[in-house]
């Protein structure tokens, strides 16, 4: 399965990257460097949708648009996508 969420990312005050995912409540990830971010970002939300399909429900959240988000002067979306193969308990 292919999971791609909106990443609202800005740069701080301390010139660090710091990205949050809308959709995903409480899932953020920092970076010294927009790369990093992202990286790091990828990973925060690869392990928010691993953990919400394996050990819950797995009732994931509808995806905002870029362009319903209301972002700040500083602020730019990107889309971050994860492929994941869940297997557990299936027969291979």
């Known amino acids: 399965m292919t999971f791609a969420y909106p990443a609202v990312i800005h740069q701080t005050?301390?010139?660090t990257f710091?990205?949050?995912?809308?959709d995903l409540a409480s899932c953020e990830a920092e970076g010294d460097d927009l790369n990093e971010c992202l990286e790091n970002a990828y990973h925060?939300?690869?392990?928010?949708?691993?953990?919400?399909?394996?050990e819950?429900?797995?009732?994931l959240?509808?995806?905002s648009h870029a362009e319903d988000?209301?972002?700040?002067?500083n602020e730019f979306?990107?889309?971050?996508?994860a492929i994941m193969r869940l297997t557990d308990?299936?027969?291979e």
Not at 18 to 22: C, E, I, L, M, S
Not at 56 to 59: A, D, L, S, Y
């Open 61 to 63: 959240p509808p995806i």
């Open 44 to 54: 925060a939300m690869y392990d928010w949708l691993y953990v919400e399909l394996t």
């Open 13 to 15: 005050e301390t010139g």
């Open 69 to 73: 988000l209301s972002l700040r002067e």
């Open 77 to 81: 979306v990107r889309n971050i996508s």
């Open 89 to 91: 308990g299936w027969d």
């Open 18 to 22: 710091k990205a949050v995912f809308p």
């Open 56 to 59: 819950f429900e797995g009732n």
